[in-house]
């Protein structure tokens, strides 16, 4: 009965156009008023509580960091290195799509900024050389859910602070599946992109290549900064955020001179405007992931799913095909701060790594910002290349079906996430 109630007013006030925000602490109370123990001072407590973490310092930073990139021209920087290496191959501005994705997504670990970064500069890039708009769109879309993926992803540290898993663990472990995400992009673009006639860039000369390298080459410097110094233990995942806010301001200002007061006032603001919206979920869903824990709803789910616990895998999949349908109607901070609480007990006692499990969880929603109603991701994709849903969605399920195919891959060959989290933290 607790399930249903905490489901039923969850689910009836999203219905109701309540942000979600709002609709995690309604079926929070929903339930406290089902147990008999309402409180306000309970709900307040947690609330205040929920934001009150210093892991959690990270995402302001790193949403930061990203604004002064932008601001700073750092992005625009690497873009014309991708361009420089990859420009001039069939297809070239889709793999420069990809590749900036990956690194993109290095720097702010946004799926929302990358997509709206990458897009702004290359959709009208692609479509004036002639390539398809719909499917252009589409391959930027979903290089976008890359950022999710690969470290720092804000993601992640939402996960690890809700569910207790290290942070640094789930940074290493998303490099592979990361890779494998561009990769599986790459392939798919090469295939439905051979009888694009679009134009191509000419080959650039060696000496063209070196100064798109060299004008790049503080943005690229960021990715070694961060992964290195965790890696050898001289400064914590929050720490790194505040090395990157600084490390992209110094850059924009001192050496690519770009970045004026009034660019730090602009980006400072939009950072803020980000990380209330993002904060204020996360307080809100704590409300709602500790009365899950007083109702005792994950134990209530693990008798459902008990014939399955002596099976990993078929549980995995079970789990995977739930929250693949749970990421259409729901954005992906809400999904992970609903469903982390409910799923994290079963995971446990199934023996399942948590570390594996977060990173397949996180990709798993991240799919989720490709698929409507809700798809983030695609609708900053149709805004940007001015097309309608339906114009996108022929455009991205190839490279959609390609996203689903890697993390099945990664539930079926678990150490492909396993053993390189065990080589970097050995």
Request: one cysteine or more; glycine letters at 8%.
């Amino acid at each position: 009965m607790t399930i249903t109630i905490f489901v039923g007013s969850l689910l009836g006030a999203m219905a109701l156009g309540i942000p979600i925000a709002f609709a995690l602490m309604i079926s929070a109370v929903c339930l406290m008023l089902y147990l008999g123990m309402l409180d306000s001072q309970i709900v307040a407590q947690t609330l205040v509580n929920g934001a009150d973490s210093v892991s959690l310092m990270a995402i302001p930073f790193f949403i930061l960091a990203g604004e002064l990139m932008n601001a700073g021209g750092i992005s625009k920087r690497i873009i014309d290195f991708a361009i420089s290496i990859v420009g001039h191959v069939r297809g070239g501005l889709g793999y420069v799509a990809i590749m900036t994705a990956v690194l993109f997504a290095c720097l702010s670990g946004s799926a929302v900024a990358d997509t709206a970064a990458v897009g702004a500069i290359l959709i009208p890039m692609m479509t004036q050389a002639g390539y398809n708009p719909r499917r252009s769109a589409g391959l930027v879309a979903a290089g976008g859910i890359i950022a999710p993926i690969i470290p720092p992803s804000i993601p992640f540290i939402i996960f690890g602070v809700a569910s207790g898993v290290s942070i640094t663990k789930l940074f290493i472990g998303g490099i592979v599946p990361g890779l494998m995400m561009a990769f599986g992009l790459a392939i798919v673009w090469w295939y439905v992109s051979r009888k694009e006639q679009s134009a191509v860039y000419p080959r650039k000369s060696a000496k063209e290549m070196i100064q798109a390298t060299k004008h790049a080459f503080w943005g690229l410097l960021l990715p070694v900064i961060i992964l290195g110094g965790m890696k050898g233990g001289i400064f914590t995942a929050t720490e790194a955020a505040a090395v990157a806010v600084f490390y992209a301001w110094f850059v924009g200002t001192v050496i690519y001179r770009q970045i004026r007061l009034k660019d730090l006032y602009d980006a400072l603001v939009a950072a803020s405007k980000t990380t209330s919206v993002v904060m204020f979920l996360i307080a809100a869903s704590m409300v709602a992931s500790w009365m899950i824990t007083v109702a005792n709803i994950p134990s209530s789910i693990t008798e459902v799913v008990a014939p399955l616990m002596d099976d990993p895998l078929l549980l995995l999949l079970m789990i995977n095909l739930l929250v693949l349908i749970v990421g259409t109607a729901m954005d992906l901070t809400p999904t992970i701060l609903v469903l982390t609480p409910v799923l994290m007990p079963i995971v446990e006692k199934a023996g399942i790594d948590p570390v594996y499990f977060g990173i397949l969880f996180i990709l798993n929603n991240a799919i989720g910002l490709l698929t409507p109603p809700v798809g983030t991701v695609l609708n900053v994709a149709c805004g940007i290349g001015k097309i309608s849903m339906d114009d996108i969605m022929k455009g991205v399920w190839p490279f959609l079906l390609v996203q689903v195919v890697v993390l099945i891959l990664l539930i079926v060959f678990p150490s492909l996430v396993t053993v390189p989290i065990e080589w970097f933290t050995h």
